[in-house]
């Protein structure tokens, strides 16, 4: 664990790997692309009229929508398409984004190289947003923290019932039945 | 309505037989009813996954931070004095019982072994041992064990086969029976193979054999190519605090 926050060696997981752990929402994922990728998105955003908390939130943004396209499938495993340059680049076009909608004085304009650059940028426009995310968050933060345990026990853990049971010290029928009564109110609140 | 959402959960969780699924798949395009109800599931899932994922991420983000103001050095200091409380520790214990040691460092290096994904689409896999993952998967292994034996008569050239029926028991805690099945692959020129080099030195820890686990541990640790390298580098600094390092 202490090593591999600090070590070089940590970046080189082969792609396939790192990719199929994103997916599963690994948290070692997570912190290998942190630490690939962060320093560069940092030094992107100070460079652009933005700060340090600037650049750790529109990391932070940038992964969840990656894990998002991954997770929907429309971000695929190709030949010469390193995860880390994806993420970076999501990272970069949201921060011009930011700084448009914001009206910048210094940068105004997308700059070019955004629409020439390879394929892959298309998709930047239709991933999901910051608002969509934290809309969808807080419908579940509306919920009790029971119902919040055991729904990320069974969607988020893939947690059997059994298991939950043991975890939470509820017999397996009435985890089942707050699953359902849980599922229920989530669903209402959309 | 409570059968849907049952019926739902087994569709994503890739627990629907081949027919079943089909079943679902085709009424997803016929019943727009049924249809918005997916989704709508669907939907409520996100929202769940979406918080947890945050969470993960804002861990990550703040033991960066964390870490950059102690700074390499000052962990240094923590690691080394943490090493000095243990082997105190070690040494007043050791004479009574040394394995409590190695248990320790067992359990915070083992993890079990995700299991292959189930969801649906994965046309490798035959359906039964579709089955035999997700009943893995569920930590029931006694079923799981049943269904792998009855499927290595079938597939007995099967190394993902092999290899999760020796994951069933280790997982089970029957070491001997997951050795013998992971020395076969263990030479293996493929993921499998370099994972059953990890959980065997995994096994050789928890039967207390520090000494082969933490070379075999090192070797990993070493190997570029290897994909638990990173779990090796860390297993290793577990284990740099146990006695096995002396």
Known sequence: MIRSLFSKQATELPEAVLFQRLKDGNEQAFRILYKSTFPYVKQYVLANNGKEEDAEDIFQDGMIALWDNINLGKFEMREGVKISSYLSKICRYRWLERLKSAGHKKMATMPDHFEKEDEGTDMLNDMISKEEVNAFEDKFYQLGDRCQLILKLFYYEKKSMAEI?????????????????????LKKLF | METHMDLF???????LS???????????ESDTEFRREFEQHKNAIRAIEFAAIKEKISKVSVEAQRSKMIGRKGLIAIAASIALLIGAYVYTINTVEPAANYENAFASIHFKDPGLP???????????MNTMMTAYKQSKYQSALEMGEALLEKYPESDTLQYYLAMIHYEMGYHDKAEDLLTALESRETPIGQ???????????????????????????????????????DALDVLELTNCAQ
């Open chain 1, 165 to 185: 049971a043991e975890i939470t010290g509820m017999q397996a029928a009435s985890v089942k039945n707050e699953k359902y009564r849980c599922m229920e109110r």
């Open chain 2, 195 to 233: 994972k059953s080099e990890w959980y065997l030195y995994l096994i050789d820890l928890k039967r207390g054999d520090c000494q082969a686990a933490m070379s075999g541990i090192k070797s990993i640790a070493k190997d570029k190519s290897h994909i638990f390298r990173i779990e090796a580098m």
């Open chain 2, 118 to 128: 189930t969801l649906m689409g994965h046309e490798s896999l035959s359906q039964e």
């Open chain 2, 9 to 15: 959960d087994q569709y994503i969780r890739g627990e």
């Open chain 2, 18 to 28: 081949r027919v079943e699924r089909e079943n679902f798949e085709r009424r997803l």
